[in-house]
């Protein structure tokens, strides 16, 4: 009898093969691979799957340090967020949080291996241990959190879903949406989201399931459908690629709350702590004034926070299985977090996205780390 992980692989290979790269609507054979995934889901957590393949290996640092790469679970392709750009180089804000960890693991921010994930089989891929950590605009929920086996270890950007429409449609508001075409990605909270607004305001709407980011442009360029639903980041994300991002205006109305953030599986405590404290030291670093052009000057800085993230001030690394120098690291080769914002989602960048709630708490926004010590 095949090992449950091996079993619980063909399984995910199967899965990924009919329906990563296909955009098919709901049929019945999707259900019932669907039901099958969920299946085995649930059957390989209640057999604790998770420990089985980190404890079958030693600890996903080891794992991890003994392939030479961090294998990060991405987006198929999400401008500022996670993409390859011309050169076929992957960039995005969380492109940055994997690029971090790996700065933190190697000192070097460029050993990693990014896994273009749809949002149906992410969760799959993750619990399988084909990857070490999903970083792809992830809503944190209670449901993925407990019920899915996942650990979520941070927030790197707070988010709402939107709704976005050619002016020519001639609306202003959300409450305008009876009766419209919603183009929407399937195995999303936004699918819920979606649902739960329209039956509150006694609205109908015909969905037009896509799978991917891309697949959700064509359609709504196409005109499959009126309106196109997801996180607000992603409407300013995908309107700054159109042939012309003046003739589509995003709704006013924020329908949820959508705290976007990297996971790791549920169990895997020690290599949650790495990656939660990567993204910690973004953020600290810029509570600090740390940027990627002052590390070095900041090594004598007066401020025993400084020392202690630097490591000038030796004992936290080991706390975490690394080199004392691991944040700067971090801070040296992807910078605090306002560079990675301002470099890749912010005013000065197409996508156009102000700071807002993804301000640090000092300056308006609920930005905030615990402290360094």
């Not at 929407?184 to 936004?190: K, M, N, P």
């Not at 705290?259 to 020690?270: I, K, M, Q, W």
């Not at 996508?351 to 402290?371: E, F, M, S, T, V």
Request: charged share 20%; proline share 4%.
């Amino acid at each position: 009898m095949p090992k449950s992980h091996d079993l619980y692989g063909f399984f995910s290979v199967l899965y990924r093969e009919r329906y990563v790269y296909t955009a098919s609507a709901y049929n019945y054979k999707e259900e019932i691979m669907t039901k099958i995934k969920s299946l085995f889901i649930s059957l390989l957590l209640t057999l604790g799957v998770s420990s089985a393949i980190a404890g079958s290996h030693g600890s996903t640092l080891d794992v991890v340090k003994e392939r030479g790469k961090l294998m990060c679970g991405s987006n198929t392709g999400l401008a500022g967020f996670g993409a390859p750009n011309d050169a076929g180089v992957w960039e995005g804000i969380d492109v940055d949080v994997c690029r971090a960890v790996a700065a933190a693991v190697f000192g070097d921010a460029s050993k990693v291996e990014y896994i273009p994930l749809t949002s149906k089989v992410r969760f799959t891929v993750l619990q399988s241990g084909e990857v070490d950590m999903l970083s792809r605009n992830t809503t944190w929920t209670l449901s993925r959190d407990v019920d899915l086996g996942l650990e979520f270890v941070g927030v790197n950007y707070y988010d709402g879903q939107g709704f976005m429409v050619n002016k020519d449609l001639g609306v202003s508001s959300a409450s305008e949406l009876d009766g419209a075409s919603v183009c929407i990605q399937v195995g999303t909270t936004t699918e819920m989201n979606l649902a739960d607004y329209f039956k509150a305001n006694g609205m109908s709407y015909e969905s037009v399931p896509v799978e991917t980011n891309s697949e959700a442009d064509a359609a709504y360029l196409a005109g499959r459908c009126d309106i196109y639903t997801t996180d607000a980041s992603g409407l300013y994300a995908s309107r700054a690629g159109y042939p012309d991002p003046s003739a589509h205006m995003v709704l006013p109305e924020i329908i949820s709350k959508e705290p976007l953030g990297p996971s790791v599986r549920h169990g895997d405590s020690e290599w949650g702590d790495i990656v939660r404290w990567s993204l910690n030291a973004m953020i600290i670093g810029e509570e600090l004034g740390i940027n990627s052009g002052n590390v070095d000057a900041m090594m004598t800085s007066n401020n025993p926070e400084v020392l202690r993230l630097l490591g000038a001030e030796p004992g936290y690394g080991a706390m975490l299985g690394l080199s004392d120098d691991w944040a700067a690291n971090i801070l040296s080769q992807v910078g605090n977090y306002s560079e990675s914002f301002e470099k890749h989602i912010g005013p000065n960048t197409p996508i156009n996205i102000q700071r807002g709630l993804n301000a640090l708490y000092k300056d308006g926004g609920i930005l905030y780390a615990p402290p360094f010590r």
